[in-house]
């Protein structure tokens, strides 16, 4: 029995050294012919160069073809598959060639590339090829079955299915090698970066954000149970639940440049609840976020000075939307304004259409309804007492101004022009949507702080007016006065404008999309987020999951060229593991993007380079032909 117990304890301790001296050598290999364990896989290993999740570490594959040669490539020594080509194997190709041949089935090809990633939270290990190689099945199934030779993990390497190309072969390689879907990696997250940044406060749980409203300090660290849809003056945010990249809370972390992270298990986390109440330093990385005690907080930075805002009044009919200079923001709102540009732009060499029946209510009849009523002589003891009110009184004046706005009768002419304009619309449903001078603009994106609203076409009870009081009012919501104050925004100066346009109440996909890929730096690829039907992409139903992936224009390199590839994230749980769209839609949503972008790179000319510069995307397929159409777009700020 004792001898037993010393034979496992030597057995042990060889395993152990053996590990360690691995471990130790490994600091010094660029390269190795096989992993035999997890500590061999851990000393080569770094963060996959697209953060499309946390909790991830990889090790590049490299596999010479004609000399049936694997490699294990030292992270720590090549961040590329090509730097390792140059370093050890004298390549006779440049870097464009290198990707033109081995990403595609060209004569030339030599190599075979890919990643084997360990994702923690299902302590899995997968082969993962770019979203830009087009492999065919035997070459795939070559590469998987080299790499499980030549490790320790063998026929329990699994084969990650993000890229689309590979994702299509699904059928083929079911029952040959173990699949691991984008949606399972997504699905057992437990972290998630939604703004990397860092800052110094005092962490508090906050079980009821609403009733704590007026007791959060500008210093604090929250941690909360639910996605907010308007956030206090707060230095960081822990939230319990996943975020896309659009939905409002990630929008607040990086307009105001906050960290914000998503932890699941947030309210139970013991390593959180060990620093309650305490003053900490908090970073949030794309891996991990950290927490470190501190003594003191930093001395708070001076206010900026109060921002006026410009605006004109003296626009006083509906205005048309056919051929608007970039200006036209100044009374008619900068979503009225990006729309009338975006409905120059389809009328161009595009493929996209925009929302018919598409007129502006200028700010005129804003700031005459809020005469008349009497909601002006409020807004301006607001303006003029609220900075001493408490938060209470605040909510419940603005509750009055919204009130008056709402109730009292709208203008009998702006009636009647209305009426006017929507005579011969082909559709009944309209949907009038806020434009205000404090939305949709470079330096302040405002989403989700104002309504909009849907009427019908002679409805006695959901009428035009109706529609566009709700609209006006809504520019003196809790959240939205809340957030102008926290930016400095002079409050005399905000208007209220009103796009209409057509409804869509056939959709059979809503989207958004950012034209720049936010998961890996200086790298292309629009990030897409689509559902189907009118299911919320920003904010979705509880335990709703939308499409989330990349895709690649045709334009750009020989990497790419001919391919539209797609990097899959996660997938829709509405649509039984199948993407809301199709290749060919992909393919043109991607191209039309693209378009998009250099149009309004173009004409809202900021003061940015053109590698720094996006826009965010709403965008639908319509009816039973799918059409794609694109209702919104404004600058992206990150």
Known sequence: MERRRIMACLRLLTTLVFSLSFAISALGAKYSY??????????????????????????KVFYVIKGNSLYFLNNKYYTFHYDFCVDQLNPSTDLSQFNEYN????????????????????????????????LTRDQVLLLWKEVSRSSCWGKNLKLMLSSGHIAKMRAQLEGEVPLLSPSEVYGTLSYQAVSPKSCDGRLRFVSDLDSMWGKIEPTDVVVLPHSPLVLPQVAGVIVAEFQTPLSHLSILGQNRKIPVAALKDAFQNDL????????????????????KEIEELKQAKKRKKMLSLGYD???????????LGRNAHRYIGHKACNFSLLSQLSREDSRFKVPECAFAIPFYFYQQHALRSGAQGLIDTLIDEGVSWEDQKVSEW???????????????SLVESLDRQVEGCAFEKLRFRSSTNAEDAAWFSGAGLYDSQSAVIGSSSKTM????????????????????????????????????????????????????NLYRADYPGFTVNAQVGNENVVAPSPGIVCDQFICVPQRYDELYADKYPID????????????????EEINLLAGQLDIINDFFYEKLRLNVLYEEFAVDVEF???????????????????
């Open 34 to 59: 096989d992993i035999k364990d997890k500590s061999a896989f851990e000393a080569f290993s770094g963060l996959p160069l697209v953060g499309k999740y946390g909790q991830v570490s990889a090790v």
């Open 103 to 134: 990403y595609s089935q060209h004569p030339n090809r030599k190599y075979l590339l890919a990643n084997v990633n360990y994702y923690k939270t299902l302590d899995v290990y997968a082969l993962e090829f770019s979203e830009a190689d087009v």
């Open 313 to 323: 009044l003296s626009v006083d009919r509906l205005v048309h939307l056919d051929s």
């Open 568 to 583: 899959i994230i996660t997938q829709s749980n509405l649509t039984d593991g199948e993407l809301t769209m199709n290749d």
């Open 620 to 638: 639908k397929l319509d009816g039973p032909t799918r059409q794609l159409y694109v209702k919104q777009v404004r600058p992206y700020n990150n």
């Open 465 to 516: 007016e109706r529609a566009v009081k709700r609209v006006w009012a809504s520019l003196w919501s809790y959240a939205a006065y809340k957030e102008r104050c926290y930016y400095r925004i002079d409050q005399r100066c905000v208007f209220m404008g009103v796009l209409a346009h057509r409804a869509f109440p056939s959709e059979q996909v809503n989207g958004v999309a950012v034209t720049k």
């Open 272 to 291: 959180l609840r060990s620093y309650d109440g305490k003053l900490v330093h908090f970073e949030v990385t794309s891996d991990t976020f950290r927490l």
């Open 398 to 412: 603005l509750k009055k101004i919204r009130a008056v706005i709402v109730s009292y009768p709208m203008d009998s």
